[in-house]
Nanobody, 124 residues
Framework: VQLVESGGGLVQAGGSLKLSCVAS????????VGWFHQAPGKERDGVSF????????GYAAAVKGRFTISRDPAKSTVYLEMNNLQPEDTGVYYC??????????????????WGKGTQVTVSS
């Protein structure tokens, strides 16, 4: 299993970015996948996920209404579209996957596979 993120960068507050995660070694459908965010000096927090059970999407309260997770199984790619970015969204965004998780989890300990991350910096 391999997860490779891209799409990070520097953006002004109120701007947008779209992150991509190319997955290999497993099928997106039927497995839990999603994104974590690690702000400077802080723990990794769950952002958004697809459930392995029914493919439904879940969002952290801080990003609901601003971020949208999507996927293209034909390209084995998961996306995170981020709108109205704020300075507190700054940090490294990690793509995650797990082949045994039921549903999804906002807790980082349950996830087996992690990408190396992509840096997002939002200036005020």
């Amino acid at each position: 299993v391999q997860l490779v993120e891209s799409g990070g960068g520097l953006v002004q507050a109120g701007g947008s970015l779209k992150l991509s995660c190319v997955a290999s070694g497993f099928e997106l459908d039927g497995n839990a996948v999603g994104w974590f965010h690690q702000a400077p000096g802080k723990e990794r927090d769950g952002v958004s996920f697809f459930s392995s059970a029914d493919g439904s999407a879940g969002y952290a309260a801080a990003v609901k209404g601003r971020f949208t997770i999507s996927r293209d199984p034909a390209k084995s790619t998961v996306y995170l579209e981020m709108n109205n970015l704020q300075p507190e969204d700054t940090g490294v965004y990690y793509c995650v996957a797990d082949l045994e998780m039921l549903g999804y989890s906002f807790c980082r300990w349950g996830w087996t596979y992690w990408g190396k991350g992509t840096q997002v910096t939002v200036s005020s």
